[in-house]
């Protein structure tokens, strides 16, 4: 008799997002993100680099893994790399802009008083959350400023699945996919949502950030929470 298996639980693994962002991902139009993280080895020249190729790897590994593997032109063996943000169903918790309004702080006259509960306002759309439990391995924050490094897991309002990864350069990116990624699909008239996304991807990354046209994970996901 052959026992299956035990289901292995997707990893969770934080992902930060911009307030616009938030705002598309909550809206429900932002399906995919384009991540630079963890291609620091081939991005030094992107175009001396050809792959992804899944097929060097035995059944089983490959994509599934999350692994890919580039090679240089002109040049024996692989450059082997793995997606810093996960693999299919594994999950990422959206770390957003937050600040403290408001707080709980334990007082029993004993122990040292700390943060308990915090109330929050998310800055991407001025949402409130109250009570939301404050981790000991966290340091204080004070009244008014805002959570580090986005916010905690905890506070995290927003989980995504991972559907799909992909590993291409940027300027390969469709006009659907630019849609997928949040930019609104143009009115007569106007700029392609892909023209309209390089703009975006060089207000964040710098003026030549486009132009280097880097290979980027393109990571496809949907929401679980809200």
Known sequence: MTTAAPAVAP??????????????LLAGTKTQTRRTRGLDAINAAPAAFEGPYERAFAPGIGSD???????????????????????????????????????????????????LRVDLEY?????????VPFPERLKPVAHGRRLSMGCYREASRLLLEITDVRVERLQDISEDD?????????????PSAGIRFMGLWETINGA?????????WAITFRRVMP
């Open 11 to 24: 990893r969770e693994r934080p992902i930060l997002f911009s307030a616009p962002m938030v705002r598309a």
């Open 65 to 115: 893994r999350g692994e890919y593997a580039f090679k240089r032109r002109g040049l024996d063996g692989l450059i082997v790399l793995r997606c810093p943000y996960g693999r299919r169903g594994d999950r990422l918790w959206v770390r957003e802009r937050a600040r403290r309004i408001g707080a709980v702080v334990s007082s029993d006259g004993v122990t040292p008083s700390r943060i």
């Open 123 to 131: 800055e991407a759309d001025n949402a409130v959350r109250l009570a």
């Open 178 to 190: 630019a849609v997928a990624e949040g930019i609104a699909p143009p009115a007569r008239g106007e």
């Open 208 to 216: 030549d950030a486009w132009g280097a046209n880097p290979w980027i």
